[in-house]
T-cell receptor, first 116, second 111 residues
Framework: GAVVSQHPSWVICKSGTSVKIECRSL??????MFWYRQFPKQSLMLMATSNEGSKATYEQGVEKDKFLINHASLTLSTLTVTSAHPEDSSFYIC????????????FGNGTRLTVT | GQQVMQIPQYQHVQEGEDFTTYCNSS?????IQWYKQRPGGHPVFLIQ?????EVKKQKRLTFQFGEAKKNSSLHITATQTTDVGTYFC???????????FGKGTKLTVNP
C-alpha cells in the first residue's frame, strides 16, 4: 500500500537552531501534504497544508515564518522549525493523499523533536 | 473547524472485556474517520463512515455512524493486549481535505 516516509524519526537540537523534517510519499504522488503537531497526551493539531508548487496554507495561530514549509515536488514536503525553542518540542507528523484523491490519508511515522 | 467531542479520555479494561469510545458533534458530519495510534507511533487509518446509520465491522471492531450523522462509536469486543493505544475519531473539515481530530480515547488492557 501507499507509504509515507518521514525523516528523521527523532532529533535533539539546541535552542536557537533550525531543524528540517522531510516527508516523502514513496509510491504515489501527493499534490497535498499536511503537517500536524502532537504534544504529549494530546490530540493531533493541523499546522499547515502543503501544496506542491505553491505556498503553504497555515492554520490560525501557527507562525509561518517560524515553521517554513516547502513542497518542491510531488513526492517531497519539508518542514523547517526555525530558531527552535523548548516549547517547540513535540511530535510532528505529516500525511499525504494521492493525486487521485480517495481515502485514506497516509501518515508518516512522525518526528519527535526535543529542543534543549 | 469545530472539533468532534470524544469520550472517554481514558479507559482501562481487563483483557476480554469490551470497550467503546464515542464521538459527538453538534453539527451534521459528512463523514467520520477512525484512527488508532499505538504508543510512540503514528495514527493508522481504521475506517471511514459516510452513510447515515452505517455499521461496519472489522473482526472484533464495530464502527457505527448515527442516524443523524452527529455521532459515531467504535466498539471492541473481547479486548486483547494488542488493542492498546489511543483511538481517534476525525472528520474532514467542510469541503477540504483537512482532518480535525477528536481528543482521543487512550485504551489500556490489563492482561
Amino acid at each position: 500500500g501507499a507509504v509515507v516516509s518521514q525523516h528523521p524519526s527523532w532529533v535533539i537540537c539546541k535552542s536557537g537552531t533550525s531543524v528540517k523534517i522531510e516527508c516523502r510519499s514513496l509510491d504515489f504522488q501527493a499534490t497535498t501534504m499536511f503537517w500536524y503537531r502532537q504534544f504529549p497526551k494530546q490530540s493531533l493539531m493541523l499546522m499547515a497544508t502543503s501544496n506542491e508548487g505553491s505556498k503553504a496554507t497555515y492554520e490560525q495561530g501557527v507562525e509561518k515564518d517560524k515553521f517554513l514549509i516547502n513542497h518542491a515536488s510531488l513526492t517531497l514536503s519539508t518542514l523547517t522549525v526555525t530558531s527552535a525553542h523548548p516549547e517547540d518540542s513535540s511530535f510532528y507528523i505529516c500525511s499525504a493523499r494521492g493525486v487521485r484523491g480517495g481515502k485514506p490519508l497516509h501518515f508518516g511515522n512522525g518526528t519527535r523533536l526535543t529542543v534543549t | 473547524g469545530q472539533q468532534v467531542m470524544q469520550i472517554p479520555q481514558y479507559q482501562h479494561v481487563q483483557e476480554g472485556e469490551d470497550f467503546t469510545t464515542y464521538c459527538n458533534s453538534s453539527t451534521t458530519l459528512s463523514n467520520i474517520q477512525w484512527y488508532k495510534q499505538r504508543p510512540g507511533g503514528h495514527p493508522v487509518f481504521l475506517i471511514q463512515l459516510v452513510k447515515s446509520g452505517e455499521v461496519k465491522k472489522q473482526k472484533r471492531l464495530t464502527f457505527q455512524f448515527g442516524e443523524a450523522k452527529k455521532n459515531s462509536s467504535l466498539h471492541i469486543t473481547a479486548t486483547q493486549t494488542t488493542d492498546v493505544g489511543t483511538y481517534f475519531c476525525a472528520r474532514l473539515q467542510g469541503g477540504s481535505e483537512k482532518l480535525v481530530f477528536g481528543k482521543g480515547t487512550k485504551l489500556t488492557v490489563n492482561p
